[in-house]
């Protein structure tokens, strides 16, 4: 277990519906950072927080969209879902100081668009 | 931008063999350089990880790396591995700061390692 929670573990769903997945840091981390793994792209950084404001914006599409909360949690919510969505999304965490920071991975969110 | 190229998606050893994967770094500033590991339906677990401290960077389960800058490359070693071993691995760069970003990471495509016995 590595401290990085993520809900659901898998997830099917139809084209044009919206999902939300959740994510709660490792106890202590301030920052969380959102991936998507897929065959062909690999893994793609989409966006990051760190203590409730974005800090940086990587391949995110505009039909995401995430947030982080008080709590510390973060959410990425995925609407508009097409096909080529389908795909392992992964939540880590860090303490967010300096650019050597480990991150610590979730087991990921798989999302099925059918 | 900083980027990793990981050569050769699949590599296929024996058991008891060398393990050898290959990654090369692109970077505009000194990088700081990660390998990662994926099991099967498994989250990423970090291997190692050099941030300028030493050149040869000893990791866990027997894994180590070495920073060659001559060479951009940051290849990961094991000197014998083992059925255990089987699984994704991961090069990755860190951002590095730019556009207000810090510490995200960079992946490349990743390499499956098959131990044969």
């Known amino acids: 277990d590595s401290g990085v929670t993520q809900t659901p573990k898998h997830l099917i769903t139809a084209t044009g519906q919206r999902v939300t997945l959740r994510c709660s840091p490792r106890?202590?981390?301030?920052?969380v950072y959102w991936y998507q793994q897929s065959l062909d792209q690999g893994l793609q950084f989409l966006i990051q927080?760190?203590?409730?404001?974005?800090?940086a914006k990587g391949n995110i599409l505009e039909r995401f969209s995430a947030q982080q909360f008080p709590d510390l949690h973060s959410e990425l919510n995925l609407s508009s879902l097409e096909l080529g969505d389908s795909a392992l999304y992964f939540c880590?965490?860090?303490?967010?100081?300096?650019?050597?920071?480990?991150?610590?991975f979730g087991a990921g969110s798989r999302l099925t668009v059918l | 931008a900083q980027s990793v190229t990981q050569l050769g998606s699949h590599v296929s050893v024996s058991e008891g063999a060398l393990v050898l994967l290959r990654c090369n770094y692109s970077?505009?500033?000194?990088?700081?350089l990660f390998w990662y590991v994926q099991y099967p339906n498994q989250g990423l677990q970090l291997l190692l990880k050099y941030t300028s401290a030493a050149t040869l960077v000893k990791g866990i389960n027997g894994f180590e790396a070495e920073f060659k800058k001559s060479e951009t490359s940051f290849h990961l070693t094991k000197p014998s591995a083992h059925m255990s071993d089987a699984a994704e691995y991961f090069c990755a760069v860190s951002d590095g700061g730019y556009g207000g970003s810090q510490g995200n990471l960079i992946f490349g495509k990743g390499t499956k390692l098959s131990v044969k016995p």
């Open positions: 880590a965490s860090s303490d967010g100081r300096g650019w050597a920071n480990v991150l610590t």
């Open positions: 927080y760190y203590n409730g404001e974005e800090r």
């Open positions: 106890s202590g981390d301030l920052s």
């Open positions: 970077s505009s500033v000194p990088p700081y």
